[in-house]
Each structure stands twice: as C-alpha cells, then as structure tokens.
C-alpha cells in the first residue's frame, strides 16, 4: 500500500542536507578570518609583544573561533538567518581582529618611539629593563666569583663557560624579573645584542665570546618595526578587505 509522503513531514537533519549553507559559511571563515587570527596568536607569543603589549591577541584569536564555532551551530538549527548569521560570524571577529592589529600597530610605533633615544629615565619600562639586566649582572658576578673560590679557575674562563641560567639564585631572581630577563635573554640571543641602555658584555648566551653589535635597547627598538608592526599592519589590512569584501557582496546579493 503506497503513502503519500508529506513535503512539510521533511525531518530537519534532511533539511539541514539540502541546505548546507551553515557547512560552507564555517570552510568561508576558517579562510578569512585564520590568517590574521593566526598571526594575532603568533604575536601574542613573542616575547617583545608579552612584555609591551600583552597576550591580549591570542584571547582576540580566542574569540573570533569561539564566535565560528557557536554560530555555525545556531545557523544549523535555524535560530539564525543568513543575512545576520554572516554579520555576527564574519564581521565582528573581523573587526575585532582589525582593530587588535592596529592597536598591536599603534603600540609598537609607540614603544619604538620611546626606546630609541639614549634617555634611560623618563620611560618606565626602559627603566626597569635597565635595572633587571643590572640585576642579571650582580648576580652572574657573584656567580663567577663564588666558582672561582672553589675551583680557582680563572675568571676569564669562567665567563666563557658559565650559563646565568645554572647560578645559584637565578631561579629565585626568576619571581621578580621572569618576564624582563626571559625578554633580555631572547634579544641577547636572537639579536646578538648586550646590555640595555648602554653596550656591556653579553649575560645570557651559550659561550659569552661573540661580540655584540649593538645596546639591545636599539635592538628592541628595531624589533617593534621589524616584526611586530609589521606583522600587525599585514593583519590589519587583511581584515579591512575582508570587511570592504563583505559589504560590497552585501549591496549586490541577496541572502
């Protein structure tokens, strides 16, 4: 005996089949928004950001999927429409991200600004920098010294071979100055820098014979341009076309 099949009787999962805008709007934002979330993330991860601009572009990043994933479950049941599914999925954590890479941007010129001139005291971070790298010195020092007692090495030699990391106190300096001495450490050794307002001798690296070339004040000024505005204006200018993309789509579709 045949029965009449109802179209209104349809169950929602075949609905939800035949209409696979939900599946094809998430493959969209993973596209659009991974890139300048990806770089926000990586960013918020290096230590030159940590220190002068915070984590703040990784909780950003953090957002933007957090809005994707839940969206992409509410368009699936129907509670949203289309039209305003891809403002809320799409533009926001757009411009969210947009406007975390120009403050990345913004802050990093500041923060350039600030630390380029030979002046030591009028800026705070600078300020602290210089005394927990003064810190870093006292206790390298002590550190080679009470080695020389036991050993009667020479301390010239000691120098060389000494890591400030293995010093007795480093670890408890660590609470204080973790995030300054992590953030020298890395200039140090990636920018083959010394000291912080003026050229001293190198604390940090794996044998202390290579010659730095310059204050790692400088360095890290250079940095702010190099990496870290440069990184953010590529993702600011990534959402800003995702965002004039979606508003010229808007004035000539309909949804």
Known sequence: MWIEE???AVPLAVKRH???FHDKLIFVLLLALGPPAILLTWL???PAVILWIGRAGRAVSFFALLLAVVGHDLLARGILRRRFAIIVLLVLPAATL???AHVHKVRAIDVRSKLEPHDCSTFPGKVRLEKAWE???VLFDNCIAHQANLTSAPIDELYQVTRL???VGYKLGMVKWGVEWNYLE???TSQRCAGWCVLRRPLWGPFLSFQPH???CLAAAQMMTTMVQRTALQAATYCMAILVLVGTVFSFVEL
């Open 6 to 8: 109802n179209p209104e």
């Open 18 to 20: 035949k209409d696979p």
């Open 44 to 46: 918020s991860f290096q």
């Open 98 to 100: 947009g406007i975390a």
């Open 135 to 137: 810190e870093a010195n």
């Open 165 to 167: 990391r293995n010093c």
């Open 186 to 188: 890395y200039l140090e």
């Open 214 to 216: 310059d204050r790692c």
